[in-house]
């Protein structure tokens, strides 16, 4: 424990400030309070690996680039985005873009962090997508 | 600050051969700034859009680009292999 932390709980100790101001103190400290985890730092990269017998891929995207791509597809004209819809919807896609919304995504984004999946099969093929 | 990619690296090989190159985009960075500037314009002139859109998009177009430093793209089969890389 850190001198600055020891002497804030002393000075809460004896009743010389409140609970609030020596979580206050603390914050400014810097440090995380033992026995909580440290917070994770934001993925930067969203990978994609794939390993066959000889075949490999590795995809690095950038989150930020995905974020920014989503944004400028805010700007796509009106008219640009039915027939995009409608060219995906006749490939089987079923997804409109116009209700695509960028907090829902945002959300998304923040929540790929704890996101891994690992595909393995018995020939050796592999499949990892996570984030970095 | 973003910064934008500096160097385009592509690899494209065929059985070991191929191309290999180091594009240094940092060369196209003023270039790339002017279209970003003019582009709204000439948006204006070809087609009725909203004035969010003409306003908005150079700018984004720019931040789009700028976030491409860090995206790797490799896919090897064997000697084969097509590498692009923005750095």
Known sequence: MSEDRRRILEMLKNGKISVAEAEELLDATGGTPQGEPARKAKPKYLRVLVHDNEDNVDIRIPLQLVRSGIKLGAFIPGHARERMTRSLHEKGVDFDLSNLDPKAVEELIDGLADMSIDVGEASGETVRIFCE | ?87
Not at chain 2, 27 to 52: D, Q
Request: net charge positive; with cysteine; aromatic share 10%.
């Open chain 2, 1 to 87: 600050m973003i910064w934008p990619p500096s160097i385009l690296r592509i690899r494209i090989l065929e059985k070991g051969k191929g191309i290999r190159l180091w594009l240094p985009i940092f060369l196209l960075w003023p270039l790339i700034g002017l279209v970003v500037l003019i582009a709204p314009i000439f948006m204006l002139a070809s087609r009725p859009i909203t004035t969010k859109a003409v306003l908005f998009s150079g700018p984004a177009l720019l931040v789009l680009f700028c976030r491409l430093r860090g995206l790797r793209i490799d896919v090897r089969d064997g000697s084969d292999q097509v590498h692009i890389a923005f750095i």
